[in-house]
């Protein structure tokens, strides 16, 4: 797993992240850490480097885990054109297309999901 170095922004993001369990509401995240963590989502992609698809794997489940759906189906959208064989961002999206309701989508990205493994 990826260690960060960006400061208490994104330690505090990490808590959070590692914190709120993926079938439990955003709501049990302190609105504090919240705050922090999206504010520090963006810092976090700048100081990282630009063409690391882990990098925007992460930053999509951070913003899945903060209840920004489509902001997470960006990054990983931004990581799969990085690095197209990377089954987790496939993973991440298909499960968070899932839960806007884009069944299609969503099979297909868990069927590509499998294939690159």
Same mark, same amino acid.
């Given at each position: 797993?990826?260690?960060? /170095?960006?400061? =208490? %922004?994104?330690? =505090? =993001?990490?808590?959070?992240?590692? +914190? +709120?369990?993926?079938?439990? $509401?955003?709501?049990? #995240? %302190?609105?504090?850490?919240?705050?922090?963590?999206?504010?520090?989502? %963006?810092?976090?992609? $700048?100081?990282?480097?630009?063409?690391?698809?882990? $990098?925007?794997?992460?930053?999509?489940? $951070?913003?899945?885990?903060?209840?920004?759906?489509?902001?997470? #189906?960006?990054?990983?959208?931004?990581?799969?054109?990085?690095?197209?064989?990377? %089954?987790?961002?496939?993973?991440?999206?298909?499960? /968070?297309?899932?839960?806007?309701?884009?069944?299609?989508?969503?099979?297909?990205?868990?069927?590509?999901?499998?294939? /690159?493994?």
């Amino acid at each position: 797993m990826r260690k960060f /170095t960006y400061g =208490l %922004p994104i330690a =505090l =993001l990490s808590a959070a992240v590692v +914190v +709120v369990h993926p079938h439990k $509401a955003v709501a049990s #995240i %302190p609105p504090q850490v919240r705050a922090i963590a999206r504010s520090a989502v %963006p810092e976090a992609i $700048a100081s990282d480097v630009a063409n690391d698809a882990i $990098a925007y794997y992460n930053r999509g489940l $951070a913003r899945y885990k903060l209840g920004d759906k489509q902001g997470a #189906i960006d990054n990983y959208n931004h990581g799969l054109n990085i690095n197209p064989n990377f %089954p987790q961002a496939y993973k991440g999206r298909g499960l /968070t297309r899932s839960e806007l309701r884009d069944n299609h989508g969503a099979i297909n990205d868990l069927s590509r999901g499998f294939e /690159t493994r």
